[in-house]
């Protein structure tokens, strides 16, 4: 791998990191704010699996703080839902965890793929806060990053609902997608 590639993986990397914290930290405003949260929930663990790829490219990271002890479940989680969804993509064309959670089997939502049409597809995932905040999390990080459109984002946010939360953390940043009657 030449050092110019090398510079460009450590600089997206870099960018989904803040990203990702910056999402964590919007999410629960806007969660906090629609009585969404409990006052333990305050962060989680990101981390981002690029489809076909052995391993993780951004392992478990803390996000926000962790006070009610749930460390190592919280990464587990992070890394299942990731690595669930993509063994989902391949058989069914899932582009979310949230198609297949099923609770009594403890599996949840929070993990995200962004379009096909990529040149590589990620699966973003987070475990921390009520699944549906967590799949929030990485739809506003997918965005943040540039590898989902806010329309992208929505869609994919209208198959558990958390495109409710996600309007709003778009609409605070400014990037609400356009739609015909804003035109």
């Keep these: ?10 600089m997206f990397i870099s960018d989904v990191r803040r990203a990702a914290a910056e999402a964590v930290a919007k999410v629960i405003e806007v969660a906090c704010a629609q009585g969404l949260l409990e006052a333990d ?18 392992k478990p990271m803390l996000v926000g703080h962790v006070i009610n002890g749930k460390d190592d479940r919280y ?17 069914n064309g899932d582009v979310t965890s949230w198609q297949s959670r099923d609770p009594e089997s403890d599996r949840w939502g ?7 049409g990529h040149d590589r597809q990620y699966a973003f995932s987070f475990s921390g806060l009520p699944d549906l905040c967590d799949e929030a999390v990485t739809l506003l990080t997918a965005v943040k990053v540039g590898h989902l459109s806010g329309e992208e984002a929505l869609e994919i946010g209208d198959v558990s609902g958390s495109s409710n939360i996600l309007v709003e953390c778009l609409d605070l940043d400014g990037k609400l997608p356009e739609t015909e009657g804003s035109r």
Excluded: N
């Design 110 to 116: 929070g993990a995200i793929l962004g379009p096909d």
């Design 41 to 58: 929930d305050t962060g989680g663990y990101f981390c981002l699996k690029m489809l076909g790829a052995e391993g993780f490219l951004v």
């Design 75 to 91: 990464i587990e989680l992070c890394q299942e839902k990731a690595t669930r969804l993509e063994a989902r993509h391949e058989s």
């Design 1 to 10: 791998m030449s050092s110019c590639t090398t510079g460009r993986w450590m």
